[in-house]
């Protein structure tokens, strides 16, 4: 039998004994981590900041997936970027939290093309200002991005490091 032709159907497997039994265990686990691929959970910002009900969100749809201390700073971080644009836009739009690879990203989107976010020099004399200190601090990652269709927007989005596994 020439292995590079294919079986006719109802045929015998291609594979058989050990190799087959190898490929077969790597199929069922490729199958198992997808399982885990966790959609993204997003919400509309509303005229108002109700960060409870963000929170509560994000910790439904990401907290058996997360460390609790990765989740902590998850929330966070989604709570000063949403603070951030109620208070420097006039027009804060979706909320998106979700994996992206080991990590965990989570972006703010925005009408406000012009109010880019600005980290302030450390003071302890502030009484305010310091959430994008602590925003580049817990991300591997963070930054601006402009709306995608040239329109007004913009997204202000950070990930983060995740330790996946349930509360010890």
Do not use: I
Not at 11 to 38: F, M, R, Y
Not at 44 to 67: E, N, Q, T
Not at 100 to 114: A, K
């Amino acid at each position: 039998m020439n292995p590079f032709e294919p079986m006719p159907s109802g045929g015998p497997p291609l594979l058989s004994g050990p190799l087959h039994e190898a490929v077969a265990l790597l199929v069922t686990e490729a199958q198992d981590a997808l399982a885990l691929v966790v959609l993204p959970w997003e919400c509309d910002l509303g005229p108002r900041p109700d960060l409870r009900s963000a929170r509560a969100g994000v910790r439904r749809h990401l907290g058996a997936a997360l460390h609790p201390d990765s989740l902590a700073d998850v929330l966070l971080v989604m709570g000063e970027l949403v603070a951030n644009a109620y208070q420097h836009t006039a027009s804060p739009r979706r909320l998106r939290v979700g994996r992206e690879g080991c990590g965990v990203r989570v972006e703010v989107t925005d009408g406000d093309r012009d109010a880019v976010p600005v980290v302030r020099p450390h003071s302890s004399d502030l009484r305010r200002g310091r959430g994008l200190l602590l925003v580049r601090e817990l991300s591997l990652s963070w930054g601006v991005r402009p709306a995608v269709d040239g329109g007004p927007g913009k997204t202000v989005w950070s990930v983060l490091q995740a330790h996946p596994g349930a509360a010890h």
